[in-house]
């Protein structure tokens, strides 16, 4: 294949599948789709320059803010020419006007570019967003509540829920006050210097100014949560959309599924990469048809341990008996309980390692203590704990080991003995099947009695940077 027919076919399928399905030209304010933009564009494309990507010919600015309470256009407002009665139309005429002045020729705006009575358009739309954001050549952000930068931090925007992926997908941003007036006289104010906007942008927000240069993937969920745990939406289910771009995940969009359920299902999709970071939260689980091991929002991450994690990954797969993921299993014993009516109280102690001591609470006592509380204390009906490590590594060599790390992090598991058995009988042969006394004693499966999150332990005699390498078989696969 020649250079120009690898150009142009590059350009085609970015314009395609990369840029936002409608767009506005702003030379006589129409709405244009892909094959528009294909159009005015293509004579652009280089013939021979083989560093050519096709975000240097289609240029688009992009709009971010607070949607009024009523009065932004619509699609239908901007068919049907009468957009320009409503309070949002002169803020969408001031942004086509700053577009202009950066020489763009196309702009969107999510009031009026998606047809949101198109199921279609409006799920492509939503699942697009952040890359439609991150493709811009400039997003233009409007601050109506704040006339200085002083009183940025306190401006609505930094608190709504899809205004965190619109400010960490696009390359360049330009804020603007109230009134219109720039920010700063830079053309780009997401800037690599610690400039004054960079550090008002890391107080307003939380996040770092590193992280403010943001790669997006399912990965660092722990802390990546915590920037939208403070933020809100107007639609429940938003909370779990407006983070799909940030992890790299994709989910259908389903208005009516609510709140719980769409989170529920991006945990799910974050889950699939492996990262152990998205363990590190605590409180209530949410209501989940088969696990335990899902958080109810991003609120869960909020002071959540700081915990570190390496690149390993581990394999989580959501089944009917709950979130199948293999855990380092170390044994725990009962050096001391209390229950008292509400909570149960326990010191368990690791026999492979005596100076971990683990003091533990839990509100759930159904996954603490049988039915009978007066049988807890015999060894017939006493439970037996485990510690289920999740960032450990697998080391291949002339054989496989585990490796645990001086600062390690698990779930405190549970099971129970199974008091009774099928009746059963011995006969000597049953066409050739090999026959096998009766168990003395059979466990339900392990089970997650923490109420969320991980439990930070320390194995004092390994060193800061090493790990103790134990054998695979304390490695097994636990439902969560």
């Given at each position: 294949m020649n250079q120009e027919e690898s150009n142009l076919d590059k350009f085609e399928r970015y314009v395609m599948n990369n840029i936002p399905i409608r767009l506005i030209r702003l030379s006589d304010m129409k709405f244009v789709v892909r094959s528009d933009v294909k159009k005015h564009f293509r004579?652009?494309?280089?013939l021979e320059?083989?560093?050519?990507?096709?975000?240097e010919s289609v240029q688009y600015a992009i709009l971010s803010h607070r949607w009024l309470d009523e009065g932004e256009p619509t699609y239908d407002d901007m068919k049907a020419n009468i957009a320009e009665s409503l309070a949002g139309y002169t803020k969408l005429m001031n942004f086509c006007e700053k577009a202009r002045e950066y020489g763009m020729e196309f702009v969107w705006s999510d009031t009026c570019c998606i047809d949101k009575n198109n199921s279609t358009e409006l799920d492509e739309s939503i699942r697009s967003m952040f890359r439609w954001y991150r493709n811009s050549a400039i997003c233009i952000v409007h601050l109506a509540q704040s006339e200085t930068i002083s009183d940025v931090e306190h401006d609505e925007w930094f608190t709504r829920g899809w205004t965190l992926q619109e400010l960490l997908a696009p390359e360049k941003i330009k804020f603007?006050?109230?009134?219109?007036?720039?920010?700063?006289?830079?053309e780009d104010d997401k800037n690599m210097e610690p400039t004054e906007v960079m550090e008002t942008l890391e107080r307003a927000t939380g996040i770092s100014f590193d992280d403010l240069f943001f790669t997006p993937g399912p990965i660092r969920v722990d802390r990546r949560m915590t920037w939208a745990a403070r933020r809100?939406?107007?639609r429940a289910e938003d909370v779990a959309y407006s983070l799909m771009g940030m992890f790299d995940v994709s989910l259908q969009v389903a208005y009516g599924e609510g709140g719980d359920r769409a989170f529920?299902?991006?945990?799910?999709?974050?889950?699939?990469?492996?990262?152990?970071?998205?363990?590190?939260?605590?409180?209530q689980f949410a209501?989940?048809?088969?696990?335990r091991a899902i958080p109810q929002s991003p609120q869960s991450y909020v002071d959540c341990q700081d915990l570190e994690f390496d690149d390993e990954r581990l394999e989580m797969t959501m089944t009917s008996l709950g979130l199948r993921v293999p855990l380092a299993i170390l044994p725990l014993n009962v050096s001391w309980r209390r229950f008292d009516g509400s909570s149960t109280q326990l010191k368990l102690k690791c026999p492979l390692c005596p100076t971990i001591e683990i003091d533990f609470t839990s509100y759930d006592h159904t996954n603490v203590f049988p039915e009978?509380?007066?049988?807890?204390?015999?060894?017939?009906?006493s439970w037996v704990y485990a510690l289920g490590v999740v960032n450990y590594s697998n080391i291949e060599g002339l054989r496989e080991v585990l490796g645990i790390r001086r600062k390690s992090a698990g779930f405190i598991l549970a099971r129970k003995p199974k008091s009774t058995f099928p009746p059963g009988f011995q006969p000597s042969d049953i066409l050739g099947i090999t026959i096998v006394c009766r168990p003395e004693k059979k466990f339900t499966k392990w089970s997650l009695i923490n109420s969320g999150g991980l439990i930070a332990v320390e194995f004092p005699n390994i060193p800061e940077e090493s790990v103790v390498y134990i054998d695979p078989d304390y490695l097994q696969s636990v439902y969560l």
């Open positions: 004579s652009s494309v280089p320059d083989s560093l050519y990507h096709p975000s603007f006050y109230k009134c219109w007036t720039p920010m700063t006289d830079d809100k939406t107007t529920c299902r991006l945990i799910e999709a974050i889950m699939q990469a492996g990262d152990p970071s998205v363990f590190n939260w605590k409180g209501e989940h048809c088969t696990s009978d509380i007066g049988k807890a204390m015999s060894d017939e009906y």
